[in-house]
C-alpha cells in the first residue's frame, strides 16, 4: 500500500514538472516550468521557436503578429534581392560600347554622327575623349565645315594644331561679323552699281551692260584702294579707305562700317559660306571665294 502510493506520488512530481497540456493540433510541454510552452509535433520535435503562455488570452493574437512580421521580413529580402539583380542586368545592358565595340567601331559610329553630337561624346569619359579628339575624326569633319565655303580662316592653318581644334576656330571664325584689315586685303572683291545708282554710272558697269566680267577692286595694307588698268569708272583716280566700329559698354559693337574717301558708308554682311559683302544705297562690293588660297585668309584669333 505504501510502495503504490510512493509511486502515484512520483508521477505526480514527473508529471508537474513536465506537464503536457493538449490542444487541436500539437502537444505542448512546459520545458522550461515558467509557463511558456514551445509548440512540438507528436514526436516531441519544436516546429516554432516562438513560445506561448497557457492561459494567457492574448497568445494567439501575438503569435499570428510574430508569424506576420516574419513574412513581411521574408517578402522584404526577396523584393530587395529582385531589385539588386534587376540593376546589375540593367548595368550589363548599358554596358560601356567603347568596351563592347572596341575603339575601332566606335570610331566609326562616331564618323556617321554630326560635329556636334561628337562633340557631346567628348565628355562621357577619358576613354571617350581619347576616340572622339582623334585627328583621324576630326580632320573629315574639318573637310565636311569647309565644303562650299567661300574663305578658309587663317587662323584654323595654323601648324601644329589639333583637328579638334582648327575644327573650333573655323567655326568661331565663320560666325564673326566684324570685318578687318586682313580681310580687306587678303580677298578680291567684285563691284558693281545698284539700280539706285545714276544711268551714267550703271552703263559704265559691265554688271548691268553685260559685256564682260563685273569689275574689281583691291585694298593694300596701306589703306589704299586700286581697280584695274583701263577700268572706265575707276578712272585712276586715288582712294583710301576706312573701317569705323564703335563699341558700347557692355563691349557689344554699336555700329561698324566701311568707307572709302567720303562716299556714303558701307555696311558690312557676313554671309553663310563665310564671304563678305559690304553695300551702301550706290553699290555693293563682294568678296570673290578663295578657299584654295594656301595658308588660308583673315586675321589670327579674333572671333568678334
Same mark, same amino acid.
Given at each position: 500500500?505504501a510502495?503504490?502510493?510512493?509511486?502515484e506520488?512520483?508521477?505526480? &512530481? #514527473?508529471?508537474?514538472?513536465?506537464?503536457?497540456?493538449?490542444?487541436?493540433?500539437?502537444?505542448?510541454?512546459? =520545458?522550461? *516550468?515558467?509557463?511558456?510552452?514551445?509548440?512540438?509535433?507528436?514526436?516531441?520535435?519544436?516546429?516554432?521557436?516562438?513560445? =506561448?503562455? $497557457?492561459?494567457?488570452?492574448?497568445?494567439?493574437?501575438?503569435?499570428? @503578429?510574430?508569424?506576420?512580421?516574419?513574412?513581411?521580413?521574408?517578402?522584404?529580402?526577396?523584393? $530587395?534581392? +529582385?531589385? &539588386?539583380?534587376?540593376?546589375?542586368?540593367?548595368?550589363?545592358?548599358? #554596358?560601356?560600347?567603347?568596351? %563592347?565595340?572596341?575603339?575601332?567601331?566606335?570610331?566609326?559610329?562616331?564618323?556617321?554622327?554630326?560635329?556636334?553630337s561628337?562633340?557631346?561624346?567628348?565628355?562621357?569619359?577619358? *576613354?571617350?575623349?581619347?576616340?572622339?579628339?582623334?585627328? +583621324?575624326?576630326?580632320?573629315?569633319?574639318?573637310?565636311e565645315?569647309?565644303?562650299? &565655303?567661300?574663305?578658309?580662316p587663317?587662323?584654323?592653318?595654323?601648324?601644329?594644331?589639333? &583637328?579638334?581644334?582648327t575644327?573650333? $576656330?573655323?567655326?568661331?571664325?565663320?560666325?564673326?561679323?566684324?570685318?578687318?584689315?586682313?580681310?580687306? =586685303?587678303?580677298?578680291?572683291?567684285?563691284? @558693281?552699281?545698284?539700280?539706285?545708282?545714276?544711268?551714267?554710272? +550703271?552703263? %559704265?558697269?559691265?554688271?548691268?551692260k553685260?559685256?564682260?566680267?563685273?569689275?574689281?577692286?583691291?585694298? @593694300?595694307?596701306?589703306?589704299? %584702294?586700286?581697280?584695274?588698268? *583701263?577700268?572706265?569708272?575707276?578712272?585712276?583716280?586715288?582712294?583710301?579707305?576706312s573701317?569705323?566700329?564703335?563699341?558700347?559698354?557692355?563691349?557689344?559693337?554699336?555700329? @561698324?562700317?566701311?568707307?572709302?574717301?567720303?562716299?556714303? +558708308?558701307?555696311?558690312?554682311?557676313?554671309?553663310?559660306?563665310?564671304?563678305?559683302?559690304?553695300?551702301?544705297?550706290?553699290?555693293?562690293?563682294?568678296? $570673290?571665294?578663295?578657299?584654295?588660297?594656301?595658308?588660308?585668309?583673315?586675321?589670327?584669333?579674333?572671333?568678334?
Amino acid at each position: 500500500m505504501a510502495e503504490a502510493n510512493d509511486s502515484e506520488s512520483g508521477q505526480e &512530481k #514527473q508529471k508537474n514538472k513536465n506537464p503536457v497540456v493538449e490542444n487541436d493540433s500539437y502537444p505542448v510541454v512546459d =520545458c522550461d *516550468g515558467d509557463g511558456s510552452y514551445p509548440v512540438v509535433d507528436c514526436d516531441g520535435v519544436a516546429v516554432e521557436n516562438d513560445y =506561448c503562455s $497557457i492561459g494567457s488570452s492574448g497568445d494567439d493574437e501575438v503569435g499570428e @503578429h510574430s508569424m506576420k512580421k516574419k513574412r513581411k521580413k521574408k517578402k522584404r529580402e526577396i523584393f $530587395i534581392s +529582385r531589385e &539588386k539583380k534587376a540593376e546589375e542586368d540593367s548595368a550589363k545592358n548599358k #554596358q560601356d560600347p567603347l568596351v %563592347l565595340f572596341g575603339s575601332d567601331i566606335l570610331m566609326k559610329i562616331l564618323r556617321n554622327l554630326d560635329a556636334r553630337s561628337v562633340a557631346l561624346s567628348l565628355l562621357v569619359s577619358r *576613354g571617350w575623349y581619347g576616340v572622339a579628339s582623334s585627328d +583621324r575624326l576630326w580632320t573629315t569633319k574639318c573637310e565636311e565645315l569647309w565644303l562650299g &565655303k567661300a574663305h578658309i580662316p587663317r587662323s584654323a592653318q595654323v601648324q601644329g594644331l589639333s &583637328k579638334l581644334t582648327t575644327y573650333s $576656330i573655323s567655326v568661331m571664325d565663320g560666325r564673326r561679323t566684324r570685318i578687318m584689315k586682313e580681310d580687306l =586685303c587678303d580677298h578680291v572683291w567684285e563691284f @558693281h552699281f545698284h539700280e539706285a545708282a545714276p544711268e551714267y554710272w +550703271r552703263n %559704265l558697269d559691265p554688271y548691268w551692260k553685260g559685256t564682260g566680267p563685273p569689275m574689281r577692286r583691291y585694298f @593694300h595694307p596701306d589703306g589704299s %584702294l586700286t581697280a584695274d588698268p *583701263g577700268d572706265e569708272v575707276w578712272g585712276g583716280h586715288e582712294s583710301c579707305y576706312s573701317i569705323v566700329t564703335s563699341v558700347i559698354g557692355d563691349g557689344s559693337i554699336r555700329d @561698324h562700317y566701311v568707307r572709302i574717301n567720303r562716299w556714303p +558708308r558701307m555696311l558690312v554682311l557676313r554671309k553663310e559660306d563665310w564671304s563678305w559683302e559690304m553695300s551702301n544705297n550706290l553699290y555693293c562690293y563682294s568678296s $570673290i571665294p578663295d578657299a584654295d588660297k594656301e595658308g588660308g585668309t583673315g586675321p589670327l584669333f579674333p572671333f568678334s
